[in-house]
């Protein structure tokens, strides 16, 4: 995908242009984000962007980006359940989170598909 292509996508979810937004889940994509604290960052760092974060994840899940958000147990940092047409996109949106553009938060994203080993298990058998 061209750098156009994922700045198009990008304005679409980011303007909140739901008309484009509908044609881009045609071909959309589960994505499971990691967002940990990058090492040697004190919570004292981390706080001033609490708001300003949790707007961003607001916003994305508004967008229908975010569609589920959770902390990681230890409170080291969260994860997203997310969707969007693809890795590139996906990755372009978590450069925009702004604790990941102070440096405070590390953001890792991993594409998902579906499990399909399921059905052979579930087969019936053929004659």
């Known amino acids: 995908m061209n750098h156009t292509r994922i700045q198009q996508c990008l ?13 881009l889940k045609e071909s959309r994509m589960q994505f499971l984000v ?13 706080l ?11 916003q994305q899940y ?4 975010v569609r589920s958000v959770y902390y990681i ?6 994860v997203l359940m997310c969707e969007a047409p693809t890795l590139e996109v ?10 990941a553009q102070a440096g405070v938060l590390k953001f890792e994203v991993l594409p998902l598909k579906p499990y399909l080993g399921l059905g ?8």
């Open 11 to 23: 304005e679409a979810y980011t303007v909140l242009d739901f008309t484009s937004i509908s044609k």
């Open 34 to 46: 990691l967002a940990r604290a990058a090492e040697g960052v004190a919570m004292e760092q981390v």
């Open 48 to 58: 001033p962007y609490v708001k300003a974060e949790a707007e961003m994840v607001w």
């Open 62 to 65: 508004s967008a229908e980006i």
């Open 73 to 78: 147990a230890d409170m080291s940092g969260a």
């Open 90 to 99: 996906m990755q372009e949106i978590a450069t925009q989170f702004p604790m």
């Open 120 to 127: 052979s298990l579930f087969a019936k058998s053929q004659p």
